[in-house]
């Protein structure tokens, strides 16, 4: 049976640490707090929005919310965020995306002060991802893969990894995220011709394709560990991933579950964003 790489695990120890920095933040007075840009009322958005503030007041980060109506103007909008640029309270912005139609995405994200962007979304913290600096902040779930990684001691060091998947917010930066800890990576997507042998090559894999159960035992070999971030409803309505776990989980020798795996570490590297956004400007 493969070893569970279990999420809260890696985030209790993540906690503990994000704890530490609050403290010695707020020894200097200072308060971390996430600022987030609500737009409508997306069920999506409000679930999120639940979970990253009950893991805020866990671990003694504010959460100041900047919610407006779904039909908002693109210049109220601006103005927003502006004013969260503008806001020495907030440390770091989470701006719930994608935003309705008639709104210009792309101008948010350009707006936003690329010291607050703690979900990883401008094209500053993207080039600090590819160019392998700690320049704004990576997406939160490569990101998350990759306390996975550590926090089991797996050294990626001259390892073959593949990614499935190759979408800005995680296959491409978990790619260069891996290339920064030495692994030697290929990224597969849907024009990848006979994807089960590229996986079944690699010591590490992450999945992030977006369909439920497309990773199965005709992809995989013993040995390997898996990284599952899908998260997707399946024909019975329960939660599960891009991996199909019941046929993965006997061959390999690490997997993540869904759920219980990514996700559940996602939420703690955003707060974790918040706190280091702080400490850069403060300490
Ligand atoms: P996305 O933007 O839809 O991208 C999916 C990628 O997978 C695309 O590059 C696509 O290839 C590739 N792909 C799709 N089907 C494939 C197949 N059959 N074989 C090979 N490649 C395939 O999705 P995303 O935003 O990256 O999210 C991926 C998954 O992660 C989703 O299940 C999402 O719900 C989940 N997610 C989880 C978290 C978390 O915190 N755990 C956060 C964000 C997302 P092409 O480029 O060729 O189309």
Redesign the pocket.
């Known amino acids: 049976m493969a070893q569970r790489l279990l999420g809260k695990e890696v985030t209790a120890a993540l906690n503990e640490k994000i704890k530490g920095q609050v403290a010695q933040l707020k020894e200097k007075g200072i308060n971390p707090t996430l600022g987030i840009v609500r737009v409508g009322e997306r069920e999506d958005d409000l679930s999120y929005e639940r979970g990253a503030t009950k893991r805020c007041e866990t671990l003694g980060v504010g959460v100041k919310k900047f919610l407006l109506p779904a039909d908002v103007t693109q210049e109220e909008l601006m103005k927003t965020i502006q004013a969260v640029n503008e806001d020495d309270e907030v440390n770091g912005c989470l701006i719930f995306r994608p935003l309705p139609k008639h709104l210009d995405e792309n101008a948010v994200i350009k707006a936003l002060a690329p010291e607050k962007d703690v979900d990883g979304i401008t094209d500053g913290s993207m080039t600090g991802v590819f160019a392998g600096k700690a320049q704004g902040f990576p997406p939160c779930?490569p990101q998350?893969c990759m306390e996975i990684l550590d926090h089991y001691g797996i050294d990626c060091t001259g390892k073959k990894a593949v990614v499935?998947?190759?979408?800005l917010?995680?296959?491409k930066p978990a790619a260069m995220m891996l290339i920064k800890k030495n692994a030697t990576v290929t990224i597969?997507?849907?024009?990848?011709v006979d994807?089960p042998s590229v996986v079944k090559e690699a010591d590490i894999v992450i999945v992030?394709?977006?369909?439920a159960g497309?990773v199965d035992d005709t992809y995989v070999s013993e040995g390997q560990v898996v990284i599952d971030?899908?998260?997707?409803v399946n024909e019975e309505g329960k939660l599960c991933g891009?991996v199909n776990f019941d046929k993965v989980e006997p061959i390999v020798k690490a997997i993540t579950p869904v759920p219980g795996g990514?996700?559940s570490v996602?939420t703690s590297v955003l707060v974790g964003h918040v706190v280091e956004a702080a400490m850069r400007k403060y300490m």
């Open positions: 779930t998350a499935v998947g190759r979408s917010v995680v296959g597969c997507h849907t024009k990848t994807m992030a394709a977006g369909r497309v971030v899908g998260i997707n891009d990514v996700g996602t």
